[in-house]
C-alpha cells in the first residue's frame, strides 16, 4: 500500500478535504491494478477458446468466439504496460495568505 500524502480537514467554511500532495498512486498500486486488468482480459480469452471449440457445429458462431479471442492477449499487454492517465480534477489545495509588502517607509541608521 502506497504510504504518499493524503488529505486533512478542510477549515470550518467548507466540507471539501484540502488535498497536501500532488503525488500519484505508488508505483506498486500502479502495478497490482494492472496486474489485474491484464489478469482479467486474460482470463475472458479461455472461455471464448472453450465456447468456440463446444460451439464448432455452428461454424458462424465459433468463428466469433476465435475473432474475440484473438487479439485478447495483444490488447491485455497494452493495457497492462500503459501508465494511468494524469487526471485533470480541480482539488482543493492549501492556499496560503499572501503577505502584503509594508508601504511605510523604515528609518535607515548607516553606520
Known sequence: MGY????????????????ITAAAPSYDDQLAARKRKYVIMMGCRIPCLI???????????????????????????LIANDRPPRKSEKVNRYQHEAK??????????DG
Open 4 to 19: 504518499g500524502g493524503g488529505a486533512v480537514n478542510a477549515p470550518a467554511h467548507g466540507p471539501d478535504p484540502v488535498l
Open 100 to 109: 502584503a509588502v509594508e508601504s511605510r517607509n523604515h528609518q535607515v541608521i
Open 51 to 77: 465456447l468456440a471449440g463446444l460451439t464448432y457445429h455452428t461454424w458462424w458462431l465459433a468463428l466469433i468466439f476465435l475473432v474475440i479471442s484473438v487479439p485478447l492477449p495483444w490488447v491485455a499487454v
